[in-house]
C-alpha cells in the first residue's frame, strides 16, 4: 500500500501510468482486431509488429529498410516546415512590432489575420500550389501562414502587457521609440512570443505533413498517404504516425528548453525574507 | 515669475488646473487652483483621499500629463525641459523592475538609455546599491527579492540618474508596516545623504507626518489645495519619535485640517 501511495505522489506517475493504459487498450484492440477475419490484421497491428518493423533489415523497395525510408522523407519534411516556421516566425514577429508601434497598420491588418487563419489548410493548399507552381513552395509556404497568426498574435499580447508605468519611466528616461523597443518593449515580449511559437511549432509539422499528402514527391505524408493506398507496408504508416507525434511534441518542448535557456530570470526562485 | 528671483525655489506651481473630458463629453475637474512654490531640497507630501488629484498633481510636475491651465516651472525651465534633462527620478507604487535583467542591471538601465559609458554605469550602480544597502544582491534577479528590497532597488534606480527631484507615488503602500517603517528611516537618510527635493503622495497621515518638511493636503470634487502645514518636528527623526506627544499634536492636526474633506 505505501508503495503505492509514495508511486502515485511520483512526478512521472500520471505520465506513466497514461503509457501502460494506451498500450493495454492497444494490444486488447489488436487482438480483436486479429480475431475478426474480415478486416486486414495489419489495420491495427500489434505493438511488437510495428517494434519488429523498425528494427527489420528486409528493405522494402530495393534498396531501404522501412525505417531508412521513412527517416528519409522525414528528413524532407521537417526541413521544409522548419523553413516555414522559420519565415513565418520572422514574418510574425515583425508585423507585430509594426501593429504595436502603429495603431493604424493594427486596425488594417488584424481582422484579415483572423480570416487567413480561417481557411482550411486543405483549402488553401491548392490555391497556393496554382500560385507557385512548386508544391515544395508550396508547403513551406502554407507552414509560413500557420505559423505566422500564433506569433504574431501572441507577440502584440505581449507588447500590449507591457505595464504603464514602464512606458512612464521611458519617457521619464527622455527615451527614444528605438530604445523604447530595444530596452523595454521587446525584452518584456519574449514570453509571450515563445508562447506562440510553442503553439505554432507542432502546428507547422502538422501542416507540413498534411501538405504533404496533396502531392507526390518526397515527404512524411507523401508517404504516408501511399501507406494508406496499400502501395507499402501498413508497418511504415505506424512508423510515421508514431514519429510525426514524436516530432510535434519534441518541437513543442524544444521552444520550451531555448526559453529557458533565454531567459535565466524565470528558474531562479527562493525569495528573501523581509 | 517674480518668485524665480528667489533662487530657492525648485519648483513653481501657480493656479495649476487639470480637466478631463470622460467618454460621454462630461467635463471632470481634476485640479482647480493649485499654487504652491516647493524650495530646494524640501520634503514634500501630497496628502488626501483618493480622488483628490494628488497622483494626478505629480505626474503634471513629472511632464507625464499636461496642466489644461495654469504655470509651471522647474527651476526656471519647463517640465518638458526639465524631463529631457533628466532632472526627475520616480518611483511608482510597485517597483516596476525588469524581471530579466539583474538587480545591479536595473539600476543601469536609465544609464544606458543616457549613454554613459559602461564603466561608470557599473560604478553608479554599485554606488546606489550600497545607499540602498543591497550591495550583496546586486547579481541577483527581482523575482529573488522580498517587495520592501524590490522598492530599494526601485529607489536606487530613480536615484542613478542624479535627478534633482524625486517623485515618489505612494511607494510603500503596498509593504506590510515592518519593512513600511524600516524604509522610511532609510528613505530620510538617503534623503539627507543625497539632499534631493522629494515630492512623495500618500494617503497616509502618520507617513506624511513622520518623513515630510511640509505637508500639502489635498480634497477632493474637485481636487484642489486645502491646507499646507510645516512639520517641524527635529531631525534626524526615528522611530521613536512616533510616541512623543509633539508628533502626536500633528498627526491630530492634519488629520483635523483632512476633516469635513
Redesign the interface.
Known sequence: MSVLKRLSKSKYFNTVLWIVILIIVWEIGATVVAATKRSPENILPHLSGIIESVVSKDTINGSQTAVQMVLENAKATISRALVGFGIGTALGFVLALFMSRFKTVEKIAFPYLMIIQMIPILGMAPLIFAITQDISKSRIIIAAILTFYPVATNTLAGFKAVEKEKHELMISYAASKFQLYTKTMIPSCIPYFFTGLKISAPMAITASILVDTLQGGIGLGCLLSQALKGAMSRYVFWQIVFLSAFIGIFSFLLMGIIEYILCPYKRKGNKQEE | MADMQNSNVEIMLKDIGMVYKTNDGHDVTALTGVSLDIQKGEFISLLGPSGCGKTTLLRII???LQPTSGEISIAGESPRDA??S?K???V?Q?P?L????TVKKNIM??L???HIPKAEREDRAMKMLDIVGLTE?AN??????????QQRVGIARALA?QPQILLMDEPFSAL?E??KEKLHEDLLRIWAKTNKTIIFVTHNIQEAVFLSSRICVLSPHPGRLSAVIDVDLPRPRTMDIKDTPEFTAYVAKVRNSCEGI
Open positions: 513629472a511632464d507625464l524631463r529631457l533628466k526627475y527620478g520616480i511608482f510597485s516596476v525588469y524581471d530579466w535583467r538601465l536609465p544606458e538609455i543616457m544582491f541577483h534577479y527581482p523575482n529573488q527579492l522580498s517587495g520592501g528590497m540618474i506590510d515592518f519593512t
